[in-house]
């Protein structure tokens, strides 16, 4: 399956991860190296005997051996692996170890560890008009590697950009501090505005194959030109 266009619907298709388990690399190695070494017998006794098919031989059993080795790769813990074809997906090797494939694949490293993201502290105004200083710290992790390959340009860039959205959108959805008994505010409703911006990060993120796993407010403050103002009317405020 190939992301090229359908014509019909003038939508890109959608592609998803399909998991391949690859050849052992230790018995390919043996197997490479068995050849390499026969092929090297078959040359020596071809040349004392002045004989062309077993050249021949050699030439063959050492191609075979070389593309052997050419095949190998190592998938890290955590890790995988994305091949493709001239430019087709044909699966992502995630097992850990030594493995083999096709020597024409190309291997694309991804990594499918958490990862920690914290964004700018962006300027913004908050549901009541005032401008605040706001900040998060994402806990992400990529879930299918053919998404985050080749749905996005830039997944990591991709996941910048749409927290850094979301986290305005969020912002300016509550005040800053609650006005009247039980309204959710950015201070005083952690938990709320945390599950509500680890879902807004989410929804953004569905089509390029990331999970959120937590997503939280890092920095909060009124921003420099009305923080003494609202400082004094806090204090005011006080019994």
Not at 118 to 130: F, M, P
Request: no cysteine; aromatic share 8%.
């Amino acid at each position: 399956m190939d992301a090229s266009w359908d014509e019909s619907s003038t939508k890109p298709f959608h592609i998803k991860e399909i998991e391949l388990n690859a050849v052992p690399g230790y018995v390919a190695l043996i197997v490479s190296f068995s050849a390499l070494l026969l092929g090297l017998t078959f040359l020596i006794s071809g040349a004392t005997s002045q004989s062309g098919i077993l050249i021949v031989i050699a030439v063959f059993l050492g191609i075979v051996g070389f593309l052997g080795l050419i095949g190998l790769f190592t998938v890290a813990p955590n890790q995988a692996k994305v091949l493709q074809l001239f430019g087709q997906y044909k699966g992502t090797v995630k097992t850990p170890g030594l493995r083999w494939a096709n020597p024409f694949y190309t291997k694309n490293r991804i990594s499918l560890r958490m990862r920690n993201f914290e964004s700018e502290k962006l300027k913004v105004n908050d549901h009541s008009g005032n401008p605040i200083q706001i900040a998060a710290i994402v806990v992400w992790k990529v879930i299918d590697t053919a998404e985050a390959l080749f749905h996005v340009d830039n997944y990591e860039n991709f996941l910048r950009v749409q927290t850094e959205a979301a986290l305005r959108n969020m912002a300016s959805s509550y005040p800053y501090d609650a006005h009247v008994e039980g309204e959710i505010s950015l201070r005083s409703h952690t938990a709320e505005i945390a599950e509500h911006l680890k879902t807004e990060i989410q929804d953004r993120l569905t089509q390029a194959g990331v999970l959120v796993l937590e997503a939280r407010i890092s920095h909060l403050a009124y921003a420099p030109e009305i923080a003494g103002v609202m400082l004094q009317r806090q204090q005011a405020q006080r019994p």
